[in-house]
Each structure stands twice: as C-alpha cells, then as structure tokens.
C-alpha cells in the first residue's frame, strides 16, 4: 500500500494547534441578537428571541410548532412525559446512541429495551424492532427477563426512541410504518440531524414528536438548549406547560401538575437566531469535510466510510470511519486514534451501544452484533465547519502514518 503525506516527526509535539472533534462556530450575526436581549433586559426565560428562534425552528424544517428548551435531554424527558409513559412500562430505544437517549426513560421509572443497528444507516434494525414489539406483546420478554416482573400475558411498549445517528437518518419510513402497525408512538431524535433529510423532507418531522440538540459540540449551538418539535400543537403546548414549572394561568404560582425548568433563556436564544441564518452552509461545510476524507481515504484498505442510502441527505454532523483490522493489516481503531491524538488530534470512538454499558446491563436487547461491532471498529474524526484544509491534511496524514507505524 502506498502512503503519502507522512508527517515528519519534528513535527510530533505536545505544542502544535489543538485540532477539536466538534467545536462551536460563529456566524456573526449571534451577538446582535445576545446584545439586543441585554439592551432591552430580556436576560430571564423567555423573550423575544426565544419566541424567534422557534419560529427559525418551525420555517427551516417544516415541524409544525416547536417550544425550546434547556438541552434536547430535557426534550426526551418532556415526550415520554407527553405520551403517558409511566413507572414499569416498556420504551423501545435505539441501543446505538448517546446515552441522552435512554437516560431519560429511567427518569419516568420505565424499561429500556434496546434496539440493535442495521448495517446501511447504523441506526434501529426494522426487523429486531418489529422482534421486540412481538416479544412484548406475546408475553416472552416476561419469561426471557424474569427480574423485571413484567406481565406473563404481555403488553405493547408505550414509545420508540429512534435516533437519527451522526447526522444519517434512520429507516425511518419503515419504522413508522411498524409503529403504525401497533398504534406506538414514535420520538425522532434528531439531536445530531438537524439539517438532514429523507426524501426531502426534514428529520426530526418523521416522528410523533421530534427532538433536537443545540449542545455547544453539534451542528449549530445556543451554547446548551435543545427543542421539542411536533406536528401536533397540543403536544408542544403542553410541553411549554411543563418546562415552566406547570405553573397555572392565575395572577399567583398554582401548580396542579410536576412540572421541570427545562424552558431555554431569551439570551441562549438569541445565539440560536444567529446560528440558524448560517445552518444550510454548515451543513454544506461539514458535507464537504466528509468528502475531503473520502476522496483521500476510501482506498486505503480497511478503512470504511458510510455512504447515503438512495433518498438519504446526511448533514455529516461527524464524519465517521470504521477501520477493519481483517482488511487493514491489523491496524484498528485504537491504533488510529492513539496515532491522532499524539499530534494533538481530537478523534473518539463510535457511541458505545447502550446495552453494553453497565448502567443499563440488566435490560432487554433485540437484535445481533452490529452495534457492538461498529463499536468496536468506529472513529469520528475532526468534522467541525471551521476546521481549515490544513487541519484536514494533518488529520489525513496522521490517519496515514498510524497504517505506516504498524
């Protein structure tokens, strides 16, 4: 295998330039809108920018209605709340994902069940979903999981966590249409998909209710927020309800509910207006980044890029590798992000599958492998749309030299 662009070893020092995996980049116009919530004291909750930047949210995806809130966990956690999920029931969930996807399930006192990946998109197996569905329903999952004291006559899960992974959208067509078939409603997280799309139209829009994040690492930011977004309006104002305390429509604080402070604050807001007038060309941007890596890479033998399916628009939030030591000559994943991080790289290994983490061990999973594979054998890669062609050479070139050192 011939290799180019090696990095010469002077050049291997603790002091060249951090390269990050994901940071946050300015469009110009956030400060306008941050200064006019100072000028006019709108430093609290709410506010004018709060009220724009949903509005941003509803024109550049077409969701309906959408409320903004402090992250896109809060976002998961006001859904399950919305769909009447309770302590004891059953919630299918995506196990390949942050664990922001599943966390919140235990937060009502629900039982994951973890999904496994299919090989095109990375995101939830049709057929180990529609498995599940079955295995609750009959009753087996009570006998293959004793210690959840689940009714032996079985019961329909009360919602699907799909998620929308590094920006590539999920089967989403397909999962809808099961969860149809068994009336359970479905929450799209899109917390790393805003700005893709299946067939034209957004993700995020797929589900009962959609879910995006605004954390300082993802496509665009408001420092920390994230948004719940639904055709149904009844959803999103109950949503807004909840995230403000639940308090009452009277002139004192009258709760009939538990509510959360989950409601995103006029300053971060306006971070999110601004960042919103620069989205499309920070999906074009990090698109670009992609292409960059697979144009030099995809050749070298064991490293695997994740192609778009026909109809799939990936933002390419991260662009993403997986390296096959039986293809490579034995060089892994590990190998290259050691390789990364010596010339002050920030590389990170694929999202370890739910069902692996000890945390949630004691829950069901359906399916084979395949996330516990792509585990194993993933990398994302330095994505950010700021990185300059240099940094993408230099990342290149370590990739390269990490397959020449073995």
């Not at 919305?82 to 629900?110: E, H, K, W």
């Not at 429509?249 to 007038?277: F, K, W």
């Not at 890479?297 to 030591?325: A, K």
């Amino acid at each position: 295998m011939e290799l180019q662009n090696k990095i010469p070893a002077s050049e291997h020092i603790a002091t060249r330039k951090k390269i990050w995996l994901s940071s946050p980049h300015m469009g110009g116009a956030e400060e306008k809108y941050v200064k006019e919530a100072f000028d006019t004291n709108w430093v609290a909750p709410l506010g004018p920018n709060v009220d724009g930047f949903e509005a941003d949210i509803v024109s550049f995806t077409g969701c309906g209605h959408a409320t903004a809130l402090t992250s896109g966990t809060a976002a998961i956690h006001l859904a399950l709340s919305l769909l009447g999920v309770d302590a004891g029931d059953l919630v299918l969930c995506q196990s390949f994902t942050f664990s922001a996807s599943a966390n919140p399930i235990r937060y009502m006192g629900a039982i994951p069940v973890f999904i496994d990946s299919e090989e095109e998109t990375w995101n939830m197996c049709p057929l180990a979903l529609e498995q599940a569905i079955l295995s609750c329903q009959n009753g087996e999952i009570s006998k293959t999981f004793p210690s959840l004291n689940l009714p032996s006559d079985g019961k329909l899960p009360k919602a699907i966590i799909v998620v929308d992974l590094y920006g590539m959208p999920a089967k989403l067509s397909e999962i809808c249409e099961i969860a149809n078939k068994y009336s359970i409603p479905v929450i799209e997280d899109a917390a790393e998909g805003l700005g893709s799309s299946l067939h034209e139209r957004k993700c995020g829009t797929f589900g009962d209710i959609g879910i995006y994040s605004f954390n300082g690492n993802k496509i665009i930011t408001t420092s920390g927020g994230g948004a719940l977004v639904s055709g149904d309006e009844n959803y999103v104002k109950k949503a807004r309800y909840l995230s403000t305390q639940a308090r009452e429509d009277a002139p004192h604080y009258e709760h009939t509910e538990v509510g959360y402070n989950y409601r995103l604050s006029n300053i971060c807001a306006g971070i999110g207006r601004g960042q919103m007038a620069v989205l499309s060309e920070r999906v074009r941007q990090r698109r670009a980044n992609y292409e960059k890596y697979r144009s030099v890479l995809e050749n070298v033998p064991g490293i695997i890029f994740l192609q778009e399916p026909e109809g799939y628009y990936s933002n390419r939030w991260l662009t993403t590798i997986l390296v096959d030591p039986t293809l490579s000559g034995g060089v892994n994943r590990e190998n290259v992000r050691l390789a990364l991080a010596e010339l002050n790289i920030e590389s990170r290994p694929l999202w370890k599958p739910m069902h692996l983490q000890p945390v949630f061990q004691p829950f069901p999973y359906y399916g084979n492998e395949v996330a516990a594979r792509l585990f194993d054998q993933g990398l994302c890669l330095p994505s950010g749309s700021n990185l300059e062609l240099s940094d993408l050479d230099l990342v290149i070139g370590g990739i390269k030299n990490s397959f020449f050192k073995k």
